[in-house]
């Protein structure tokens, strides 16, 4: 099923989970644009109107591992978060109880995520794969702004783990600074 993406004409916050955007007043620059996109439990911890913002519209999420019954239990809590939707993204573990979740959801297609990884030449975090979607997906990068990313450097802010599955954050550091528009990226004090 062919779906389109709502968000091609508008101004999108992508909200990546670092624990480094609790140190920004972000917040409310964040609320301000059209779109809020959250990642994964970034869309579940605790919100703050001056660093996180408070808004999610879309939860952009990977389901990787676990049970049918925690996918569902995933799936469940983001559609709470979200006032718009969910996106699928990795195309590993879309396939729950023998359906292919994508049918019945907005979703990164897998040869976008294919293409993806022989550019970065590694497995993508779901922050490469969103912002590829989105890069892909508006009229303009210069929609696309990013808070909340530093590329491994602190804990996630739902969890307190970092990398919790292996990725090559100079390459991914390069790709996604070397895409998105002049001035999109928001980095916390102390980051660059």
Do not use: C
């Not at 101004?11 to 409310?28: K, N």
């Amino acid at each position: 099923m062919d779906r389109k993406y709502p968000w091609s004409a508008q101004s999108i916050a992508l909200v990546g989970s670092a624990q480094s955007l609790l140190s920004t007043s972000y917040g409310p620059e964040i609320d301000g644009h059209d779109i809020v996109i959250r990642i994964n439990q970034g869309a579940f911890a605790q919100l703050d109107s001056d660093s996180t913002g408070l808004r999610t519209d879309y939860v952009f999420m990977t389901l990787t591992g676990g049970t049918p019954w925690a996918k569902w239990s995933f799936i469940r809590r983001a559609r709470r978060a979200a006032r718009r939707g969910i996106v699928l993204m990795s195309a590993k573990g879309r396939v729950v109880a023998g359906v292919d979740l994508a049918r019945f959801f907005l979703h990164y297609p897998a040869q976008w995520q294919d293409e993806l990884i022989e550019t970065l030449g590694h497995r993508p975090s779901t922050g490469a794969m969103a912002v590829d979607l989105l890069l892909r997906t508006v009229a303009d990068k210069k929609q696309v702004n990013l808070y909340g990313f530093d590329f491994f450097q602190t804990p996630d802010i739902a969890h307190g783990r970092n990398n919790v599955v292996q990725h090559d954050a100079e390459s991914e550091r390069n790709y996604i600074l070397g895409n998105i528009a002049p001035g999109a990226f928001h980095a916390a004090p102390g980051q660059d």
